[in-house]
């Protein structure tokens, strides 16, 4: 069992995601990376707490491993923007990976990005190691399966979960 915390703008997108693959045993939406001791969703929209909107994903790497979670992450939100995915704008919907294990996560997590920009796609995904995760209200929980026909999720969402559907279909729940 691994755990790794991924941002990728809005956690109700990433989240949404995930939950439909093979392999993840949990996928939880948060808070990581800021200075302030606490974190809500207020504060963090606010951009004073240097927070980021990101998930939390525990996942069975005998079924998936980490780097088609990577491949999952990177195909499915844009990596090449700073501070923004689409229509949200701030630095809590910046790209990140968050490991929770160097020696076993860091590497991979490295060459991914790697590949990516060898194939000339100017990844600007940050990397650091997992910092304090702090859960988020729970409403925000499983939000779009509960919220289908907000507005936003129907824009938003629905072409992320194609693209899932057509690359990783062979890791579909």
Same mark, same amino acid.
């Given at each position: ?8 703008? %809005?956690?109700? %997108? ?5 939950? /439909? ?7 939880? /939406?948060? &808070?990581?990376?800021?200075?302030? #001791?606490? #974190?809500?969703?207020?504060?963090? %929209? ?23 979670i990577l491949d999952i992450f990177f195909t499915t939100h844009d990596p ?22 160097? #020696? ?34 729970? &409403? ?11 507005? &936003? %999720?129907?824009?938003?969402i629905p072409p992320k979960l194609s ?7 062979? &890791?579909?729940?």
């Amino acid at each position: 069992m691994q755990t790794i915390i991924l941002g990728g703008g %809005c956690f109700w %997108c990433t989240e949404s995601v995930f939950q /439909s693959v093979k392999g993840v045993q949990k996928v939880t /939406s948060g &808070y990581m990376g800021g200075d302030a #001791a606490t #974190a809500n969703y207020d504060a963090v %929209c606010s951009g004073n707490t240097g927070h980021i909107e990101v998930i939390k994903v525990e996942f069975d790497d005998t079924v998936i491993p980490l780097e088609v979670i990577l491949d999952i992450f990177f195909t499915t939100h844009d990596p090449t923007t700073k501070d923004r995915q689409g229509n949200d704008v701030g630095s809590q919907y910046r790209s990140v990976v968050f490991y929770t294990d160097e #020696a076993a996560q860091k590497p991979t997590v490295d060459r991914t990005i790697n590949k990516l920009r060898n194939m000339g796609i100017g990844v600007v995904t940050e990397v650091h190691p997992a910092s304090e995760f702090f859960v988020a209200e729970e &409403y925000h929980q499983n939000f779009y399966n509960k919220n289908p026909q907000q507005g &936003y %999720c129907s824009a938003v969402i629905p072409p992320k979960l194609s693209k899932l559907r057509k690359e990783f279909k062979e &890791y579909l729940v």
